[in-house]
């Protein structure tokens, strides 16, 4: 089982950026996704979350990127995305995504997104 985390990079503040978390042998459809992120010296912290294709696909996001950052499934490509938008500095951060059932959680590898002022 792979989690591949993608999509970070450097941009500037009001800018926008998409992260994929693709899967590999899981069907990611069936799993919690979670975004996190973490910064120096700090506890990773939820980004936003989507339920599984089965429970509605209902979403949550922290409230400091509530309606600036979308998260969104495609089943068909296996993918959870999160779509970043109006970035500020203070999102510079390394963010992870996160898959979970009852019984198995799965991380994928972090990907630095630096937003600069």
């Known amino acids: 089982v792979q989690l591949q985390a993608s999509g970070g990079g450097l941009v500037q503040a009001g800018g926008s950026l998409r992260l994929s978390c693709a899967a590999s042998g899981i069907v990611l459809s069936a799993y919690v996704v979670t975004w996190y992120r973490q910064t120096p010296g700090e506890q990773r912290a939820l980004v936003a979350a989507v339920t599984s294709s089965t429970s509605s696909m209902s979403t949550n996001y922290a409230d400091s990127v509530n309606g600036r950052f979308t998260i969104s499934r495609d089943n068909a490509k296996n993918t959870v995305y999160l779509q970043m938008d109006s970035l500020k500095p203070e999102d510079t951060a390394v963010y992870y995504c996160?898959?979970?059932?009852?019984?198995?959680?799965?991380w994928g590898q972090g990907t630095l997104v630096t937003v600069s002022s």
């Open positions: 996160h898959a979970h059932s009852l019984r198995e959680d799965y």
